[in-house]
């Protein structure tokens, strides 16, 4: 059989029932691979097809030994890569999960939200121009209990004087990272993970690559005040955005944390 006739064969066989099942797995190995993109997963991906060809060549070329000694690590492969992949998973688990239903629910009133924001937004300005370094988390959807554990309860209304005496150079409380929780300070002197990506460059200090592992493991937004430059910074999904002001640091949160307008009204997202 020729290779058009083989191509035809199988042409008269695929239904678009068949068609659309191909269609829809290809879009998700491609938002899989979208998702590892620049993280440690990706680096593993890579070992595994390392792996897999070297299976391949010790069988084609008969390194019996070899290829004895792969096929015995074969069975602790799914155990392998649930352990390996544990943070991906989460993640991806997260993104596929029924956040359209739950869009919202956790968000304030527009006003009781911009006054939070306005807070925000002024006590960075005022951290910046300290140089005084600061960390802060915006919970969304994801919740941040675990994160929330490692710091010290606050539970209290979000001002910018209380922002800017959390992380007053000095205090027990500076270092960490304050989570907003429903338009409240939920707990300060909180730890955030580090960023797992492998190409963050030398100069990136602590506080920005926990605002990117922090961004990475969860859909929170995350303020950055440098400690060195005063720069502000607000990290979000795999966006790491430098350079903001008050104003544009106040519009970017506005945009993200504003619930849309659903069921009556514009039902357009903002991005």
């Not at 191909?22 to 491609?30: M, N, P, Q, R």
């Not at 006054?115 to 006590?123: L, N, Q, R, S």
């Not at 800017?164 to 150079?169: D, N, R, V």
């Amino acid at each position: 059989m020729t290779p058009a006739q083989a191509l035809h064969a199988v042409s008269t066989h695929i239904t678009w029932y068949g068609a659309l099942d191909i269609l829809l797995v290809a879009y998700l190995i491609y938002r899989l691979l979208l998702l590892v993109r620049g993280t440690r997963a990706w680096q593993i991906l890579g070992g595994l097809f390392t792996l897999a060809a070297a299976l391949y060549l010790s069988s084609l070329l008969h390194f019996d030994t070899l290829n004895w000694l792969l096929r015995q690590v074969l069975p602790l492969g799914p155990v392998a890569l649930v352990i390996l992949f544990y943070p991906e998973l989460r993640h991806a688990l997260e993104e596929f999960g029924p956040r359209f239903w739950s869009q919202g629910l956790t968000l304030l009133p527009r006003e009781d939200l911009s006054a939070v924001i306005d807070a925000v937004a002024m006590a960075t300005y005022h951290l910046s121009a300290n140089r005084t370094g600061a960390l802060i988390v915006f919970e969304r959807q994801t919740g941040l209990d675990e994160i929330i554990t490692t710091g010290v309860p606050i539970d209290a209304v979000v001002t910018d004087q209380l922002l800017e005496t959390l992380f007053y150079k000095g205090t027990p409380l500076h270092d960490g990272a304050v989570v907003i929780r429903r338009g409240r300070i939920a707990a300060a002197g909180c730890v955030l993970p580090l960023t797992d990506r492998p190409r963050v460059e030398a100069a990136v200090h602590t506080r920005h690559k926990a605002a990117m592992g922090m961004a990475e493991n969860s859909d929170a937004l995350i303020v950055v005040v440098s400690e060195e430059t005063g720069t502000i910074s607000l990290a979000v999904g795999d966006k790491f955005i430098r350079g903001l002001n008050r104003e544009t640091l106040r519009e970017r949160l506005t945009r993200q944390l504003q619930p849309p307008e659903r069921l009556f009204g514009n039902r357009r997202a903002v991005k």
